[in-house]
């Protein structure tokens, strides 16, 4: 039936775009949609050519294109051929307006934003209690720091009971005093991520006395609450990195500081020992006990010196001594005697060497080697020396 229907081979659709995903493969998939109806589209790479824009959430357009069924799925969808601007979709302008009210009003200015502890102790998550989003937020917060608490408010995050379930767990864990909060979802499309652009919740998010990370969809989705958190992670992984510190790399900083300040320890203790030992030295040299062993030390080699330079002038003494024996023994008159040598006096002890020194009568007394001989002198005769 389509494939026979002119009408469906070429006709235009006006709508808002949601769902959108630019594929690897360069096709496009996106949903068109109004206040009355939904229809799938998808744009193959060869069409692309001719369009001069980039596709973006939210945005008004026109679809031209064909009709027809997609077999693998069983349903029908739109195959656009071309895409014109048509404005900006309503629930777009929804979010602009909001955005500069809530700007204006001063939600997003950076002096109101707290900064993030260094190393929470106690995280907590206002997210689905299934998905990817809290998972990877586990998985990554456990493998950075497994010593943290994480407590989980299990908040609606998508329809009409959505912003009240999130201003709620916001509330919750502020009560609970936890360190941080992380406030968010997985991707999705626009409508999906409204909750996260609802005035109540950016209301919340800016009162609470608590820092939060704002985490939600992907890096290119940007939200009211992106913009009024403390900070913004790209993703639930991010945020959880945000969040939380890295105890591993904290670990092996910590080790790395401890072996420095060890070696300056080390290194400061032998420079002690080491002055230490030089003080002990001098306080040692200047020790009375140390002097006094230094003198008795000093005096025992003078008192050898001394006794040395006795021993030296006692022995050349002995020397002179033996030479002068000698020299008197060359002129001894004992020595003489004893030779058959005699000494010949007067009574008076005057030394008979000339005959003119006695006369006959006097008395002399001659001496030889064993004794004294008394004699008389019966007379003189004079030698002639010729």
């Known amino acids: 039936m389509f494939s026979q229907d002119y009408l469906l081979h070429s006709l235009s659709v006006r709508g808002e775009i949601s769902n959108l995903k630019y594929h690897s493969s360069g096709h496009i998939y996106f949903t ?7 229809i799938s589209c998808v744009m193959f790479a060869g069409n692309r050519r001719g369009l001069s824009f980039s596709l973006t959430e939210g945005m008004q357009v026109v679809v031209t294109g064909k009709v027809d069924v997609y077999e693998r799925d069983g349903r029908y969808q739109l195959y656009a051929s071309s895409v014109a601007k048509d404005g900006m979709g309503e629930l777009y302008e929804r979010f602009i307006r909001l955005k500069e009210e809530l700007e204006d009003m001063g939600l997003f200015a950076p002096e109101y934003k707290k900064p993030l502890p260094d190393s929470p102790k106690v995280i907590g998550i206002v997210t689905a209690a299934t998905g990817a989003a809290i998972r990877d937020i586990i998985s990554v917060a456990k493998g950075r720091d497994p010593y943290v608490q994480l407590i989980l408010y299990p908040a609606i995050v998508q329809g009409d009971a959505a912003p009240k379930s999130i201003c709620r767990g ?43 990370i704002s985490a939600v969809g992907h890096e290119t989705d940007t939200t009211i609450a992106d913009l009024v958190a ?33 070696r300056s320890i080390f290194r400061r203790i032998d420079a002690c020992k080491q002055a230490l030992r030089s003080r002990t030295q001098i306080l040692g040299a200047k020790s009375p006990a140390n002097r006094i ?23 050349a003494r002995r020397n002179r001594l033996s030479l002068i024996s000698s020299r008197l023994d060359g002129v001894s008159p004992l020595l003489k005697l004893s030779q058959g040598y005699s000494y010949t006096e007067t009574a008076d002890g005057r030394c008979v060497s000339r005959i003119d020194s006695v006369k006959a009568g006097d008395d002399i007394n001659i001496y030889v080697s064993d004794g004294q001989i008394k ?8 030698q002639n020396r010729g």
């Open 32 to 38: 068109l949609k109004d206040k009355l109806g939904v």
């Open 230 to 262: 403390d900070v913004r992670a790209e993703t639930p992984t991010a945020a959880a990195a945000l969040a939380t510190a890295d105890r591993a790399g904290q670990d092996e900083r910590i080790e790395r500081i401890k072996q420095a300040l060890d």
């Open 170 to 212: 916001i509330k919750m864990l502020e009560d609970k005093k936890v360190d941080v909060m992380i406030v968010g979802r997985g991707g999705g499309s626009l409508e999906d991520l409204w909750a996260f652009n609802d005035r109540d919740v950016a209301q919340a998010i800016f009162d609470c006395s608590i820092p939060v």
């Open 293 to 315: 062993t230094t003198y008795r030390h000093r005096s025992m080699l003078i008192s050898e010196r001394l006794e040395n330079e006795m021993n030296r002038a006692i022995e």
């Open 375 to 382: 004699a008389s002198v019966t007379g003189v005769k004079k």
